[in-house]
């Protein structure tokens, strides 16, 4: 019988020989960098139908209006009478964390449990640690890949705010950049107190839970949620030792941190008002990272 005629049902098997594999081997380091690139493609919604693109690009976008608003607004005060008091309305470097808090909380709530539960739960986390790749490098990577989204939409707008400022300077734009040259490493320094506390928050719950909409349920209401019990235990009480519970307000010991850094006062934040000094949030953000990283290894070191 012809191969033509011969009937779908029977199988053919052809020996085409045994061929290497000629292309480059990148080992782990090939392994680690895939899944940055893929967590940040997921994160950001690349490769993937619209509706994934709408809540991240939303978020970006307000986070960027933020910044054309603050900068227009400096603009028309430039050219006012008294633009002295508008410059002291318009938030900047540090209190520019402070006028985006909500939308970066929500990208920090959103773009965590988008890097680790699919994963586990459509069961390829055996396909990875089949390959030479360990529990830590794989956490190493997603680590990594959050990195990369959430220092972007913290320092991206504030690269356009320092340039825009630059710009209005009325000493000049290369004078103001000499002059502020101490931004440079401070908010990158604040962003980071920010992203250790938030990173290990998020992952502990995005290990442990296993829908991505509840994950980020349990950290924004876990964040917020704890501000409440320390400002309860800092204004309703004096009973001996309560103002340690105000150390539970984990979401003001970045904000905390970032006015030391920056050199401002800190009478808002609710550990200053209980008598603790940044030193205090500095430590409870340490030790808040170290438990994470103990349990969300553990976690996925029995999964492998």
Do not use: C
């Amino acid at each position: 019988m012809a191969d033509d005629q011969r009937p779908p049902d029977q199988a053919v098997i052809v020996d085409r020989g045994y061929r290497h594999y000629e292309g480059e081997r990148t080992g782990r380091r090939g392994a680690m960098s895939a899944i940055i690139k893929e967590g940040f493609r997921r994160v950001l919604g690349f490769r993937r139908k619209a509706r994934f693109k709408v809540f991240p690009w939303f978020l970006v976008a307000l986070a960027l209006a933020s910044v054309v608003i603050l900068v227009s607004i400096a603009w028309v005060g430039s050219g006012l009478d008294g633009n002295e008091t508008v410059d002291d309305l318009i938030p900047r470097y540090a209190g520019y964390f402070d006028f985006i808090s909500v939308v970066a909380l929500l990208f920090a709530a959103y773009a965590g449990p988008q890097l680790l539960v699919p994963d586990r739960v459509h069961g390829v986390l055996n396909v990875y640690f089949s390959r030479p790749l360990t529990v830590t490098d794989y956490l190493v990577a997603k680590v990594a890949a959050y990195a990369t989204v959430i220092y972007s939409f913290w320092l991206v707008p504030q690269i356009l705010l320092h340039l825009g400022f630059a710009a209005l300077s009325p000493d000049g734009f290369f004078v103001y950049m000499r002059e502020t040259t101490d931004v440079l490493w401070k908010v990158p320094l604040a962003a980071t107190v920010y992203f250790g506390l938030q990173a290990a928050l998020i992952f502990l719950a995005a290990s442990f839970i296993d829908r991505i909409g509840a994950a980020s349920s349990a950290f924004l209401a876990g964040l917020l949620g704890l501000n409440l019990v320390a400002v309860f235990f800092n204004e309703a009480t004096t009973a001996p030792g309560a103002r340690w519970a105000t150390l539970v307000a984990l979401e003001q010991h970045p904000r905390y941190i970032r006015d030391w850094i920056f050199g401002r006062s800190s009478e808002v934040v609710i550990p200053a008002q209980a008598g603790f000094g940044p030193e205090a949030s500095l430590a409870v953000i340490i030790g808040v990272v170290a438990v994470s990283v103990g349990l969300v290894w553990r976690r996925y070191r029995r999964l492998a």
